[in-house]
């Protein structure tokens, strides 16, 4: 008896710390047409029961393509999971977990896609808000992300030229207060002359 304790207190603990230093990432790739792949990838978690993601969108410009997730082949096939998703025009949630009796499973790399199209091509923020995994025993560890946010729709050439653009402003103005120096500067030996 005290080693079937001791088996479990110790295996609580071992997915506990192996959760806690695990972390999540938001991805993007951009397809065609102002469409695009999202997606969680995440750390090597074992000891996993259940699995939940809740995503904001910038309201009312993204579409879910095929208003669904794919996620993660560590699931077993339809009737030995149990499948939630709610997916609103401000955000979605994901929530997926084993139905008793099963054996809980190991998550690694791509633990979520889905594609998006944008209903107007302009800057559109995608935001993973929660990120949560449960043990077995019920025991519920948030991810830490360290990508939540990302923004789709805006080209990254264009932030260069608006990077260039504000240093040139910038530059010319310098210029420009120099020249006023050395104008006053001439000024003033002229007159003192």
């Not at 997926?96 to 809980?104: G, Q």
């Not at 190991?106 to 559109?124: D, H, N, R, Y």
């Amino acid at each position: 008896m005290l080693n079937s304790i001791a088996v479990f207190v110790f295996s609580l603990m071992f997915s506990i710390v192996s959760m806690a230093e695990s972390s999540a990432e938001l991805s993007v790739v951009e397809l065609e047409n102002d469409r695009w792949e999202v997606t969680v990838d995440m750390d090597e978690i074992s000891n996993v029961y259940g699995f939940q993601a809740e995503l904001l969108f910038e309201k009312n410009n993204i579409n879910l393509v095929d208003r669904g997730f794919e996620h993660n082949e560590a699931w077993p096939e339809k009737g030995k999971v149990e499948l939630r998703n709610y997916i609103k025009a401000e955000g979605a949630q994901y929530a997926v977990s084993l139905v008793r009796p099963a054996k809980a499973i190991v998550l690694e790399g791509s633990v979520l896609q889905f594609k998006i199209a944008l209903l107007e091509a302009k800057p559109t923020r995608i935001e993973l808000k929660v990120l949560k995994v449960s043990d077995n025993h019920g025991n519920v560890t948030s991810l830490n992300i360290s990508n939540p946010v990302i923004v789709v729709g805006e080209p990254a050439a264009v932030m260069v030229y608006y990077v260039a653009g504000i240093l040139i402003i910038f530059l010319l103005i310098m210029i420009a207060l120099i020249m006023r120096k050395e104008k006053r500067k001439s000024e003033s030996i002229s007159t003192a002359a």
